[in-house]
């Protein structure tokens, strides 16, 4: 059972990189002659989730190089309502030959064309941050955090993230500090640095820091190693009883993990897509509620969303049942727009989860 901190500073922390994302609307990255600027980053946007959609006070642990387009994205957070104060930023050297801020090219696809994403990200403020750079003793203990978040993502940005990410899970279980954490493969983030092995052997070693672990249906495998026995490699078949096994061998090999939440989506074109998750707290499973069909304009961010509705659901007190219900109705209404991050409000996530449809609210 959880046992989450009741007095703190911040009900969250989240741990990783941010970056500019330039969307092309409905065009494509490489005809588009305009761009609208979000920030998104995979960590970053479940604590932007938190405090937006749910009220949570909520905080970001990065860095930035100290230019124009870093201030860019420190007035997006300010407008997303998460505290800027652990912000590292990086002297900027004119040129971005030694540190620069990361920028993420997504377009959302359409039907049979699927979203396609293209970052550029080498050499970031964020990939370069030591451990030393941040007084994890004032943060969780001084503080008194009571929920860590981070992820693959930012594990896989260099050598040395992974060392960050290990001193801030450390820290926090000291100080009795929740730590979440989404596996979030991207085979593009390892495809030169060792691949699949590579980022086992890097989750494996964070993975025993880890107190609620969460992943979509294909991180359980590319990220730790577990089989889905009966999962087609399209992924078009997705049984829970597979996901269910597969999350008890992890718990068998990880008996720290307290919670395992997993979605389930299956892609029937780029704007159609089932959508499901079942989670698991002291031996009891919970599904929610399956949504197939599920009409969708903007995908990225959507698992991001689940997890900051899981969270919620946690902080709360609420069973696992109820948490992984609100954890995806908020993914569900995440992807109803455009951009990373979720324009949901707890009273919509609130009437998803009681089963209210979407007519006109006037």
Known sequence: MLTIRTDAAFDAVSLGEIMLRLDPGEGRIKTARAFRAWEGGGEYNVARGLRRAFG??????????????????????????????????????????????????????????????????????????????????????????????????????????????????????????????????????????????????????????????????????????????????????????AFRSMIEEAIKEYPNFQVVATTLRTVKSATVNDWGAIAWQDGTFAEATHRAGLEIMDRVGGGDSFASGLIYGLLEGFGIAQAVEYGAAHGALAMTTPGDTSMASLREVEALVGGKGARVQR
């Open 56 to 241: 949570k006070r909520t905080a970001v642990v990065t860095a930035f190089a100290d230019n124009e387009v870093g201030r860019l994205l420190e007035d997006l957070i300010l407008q997303g309502g998460v505290d800027t104060s652990f912000i590292h930023w990086a002297k900027y050297d004119g040129i971005g030959r030694t540190v620069r801020n990361g920028l993420n090219f997504t377009e959302r696809g359409f039907g049979v064309r699927g979203a396609v994403g293209v970052s550029d990200r080498g050499l970031t403020a964020a990939s370069q941050l030591k451990a030393s750079d941040v007084d994890w003793e004032h943060l969780f203990g001084t503080l008194g955090v009571r929920w860590l978040h981070t992820g693959g993502i930012y594990a896989a940005l260099s050598e040395t993230t992974p060392d960050v990410i290990e001193a801030a899970m450390e820290a926090a279980h000291r100080h009795g500090t929740i730590v979440s954490y989404d596996l979030n493969y991207r085979p593009s983030l390892w495809q030169t640095i060792g691949g699949k092995v590579r980022a086992q052997e890097v989750n494996r070693r964070l993975a025993r820091y880890v107190d609620v672990m969460i992943g979509n249906e294909e991180d359980f495998t590319a990220s730790l190693g577990f089989e889905v026995h009966g999962v087609s490699e399209n992924l078009d078949n997705l049984e829970t009883l």
